[in-house]
């Protein structure tokens, strides 16, 4: 079910035409299955620097947990983060184009080019690794592929795409799965549709007031229509 928040005065609205809008989508975890991957990759590096594996009952804490707090929670070096980061997207780039597709994702993003729905991605994985996956998902619906480091915050990144992609605030949504999405667009001033499906809980995203939350993919798509 679409929960809708009341937008903040500065927020773009959605254009009625829809050729004048650009959809800009995280990757990990809205679009690629790849949480299972990632725990199992970061339990084998996390092993090389004395931090304990992962178990079930630590993921889904770190469901409810900011990305600063899981590092403290589970001692993370802040100076082993791009050690660790860039592995992790070695590692996956070895196995990303057998990774999952959320269900419904492939039909909502083809209807939204076949309304002259412009769509991007916005992610800190790598760009090899996503365009590696969509290739083997035959889905080469975006118009651009932006990969930026933004481990704790994506305000930076998002202005970035959108400048050189020559959009305006207000003709972008952005569709996220985690707290760090939801600020950032908070920041950037642009509407986000968070979506219940990825890596962080549907409580924990609704604390932080998105502009809407969504628990399928066909609700994205309704949002536009709408």
Not at 67 to 96: C, D
Request: glycine residues 6%; hydrophobic residues 40%.
């Amino acid at each position: 079910m679409i929960k809708a928040v009341t937008r903040n005065q500065d927020e773009g609205g959605i254009p009625s035409n829809k050729k004048d809008l650009t959809l800009i989508f995280d990757f990990d975890g809205t679009i690629a299955d790849t949480l299972a991957a990632i725990v199992r990759l970061a339990n084998k590096y996390n092993g090389a620097l004395g931090i304990p594996p992962l178990d079930q009952t630590d993921i889904e804490a770190m469901r409810g947990m900011s990305s600063r707090e899981i590092l403290k929670k589970h001692r993370i070096p802040l100076a082993k983060l791009p050690y660790l980061l860039f592995h992790y997207q070695k590692e996956l780039g070895r196995e990303i184009d057998k990774l999952g597709l959320f269900p419904g994702i492939r039909e909502v993003l083809l209807e939204l080019k076949s309304l002259g729905v412009k769509l991007g991605i916005l992610t800190s994985n790598s760009t090899e690794n996503v365009e590696k996956f969509l290739q083997a998902r035959e889905l080469e619906v975006f118009d651009f592929i932006h990969s930026e480091n933004n481990f704790f915050g994506k305000t930076r990144a998002l202005r970035h795409v959108m400048k050189e992609e020559d959009v305006g605030r207000e003709d972008v949504i952005y569709v996220g799965d985690e707290a760090r999405d939801i600020e950032a667009c908070r920041k950037a001033k642009v509407p986000v549709i968070a979506v219940s499906w990825g890596f962080q809980r549907r409580d924990f995203l609704a604390d932080h007031d998105p502009t809407y939350i969504v628990d399928s993919p066909d609700e994205i798509l309704q949002i536009v229509m709408a």
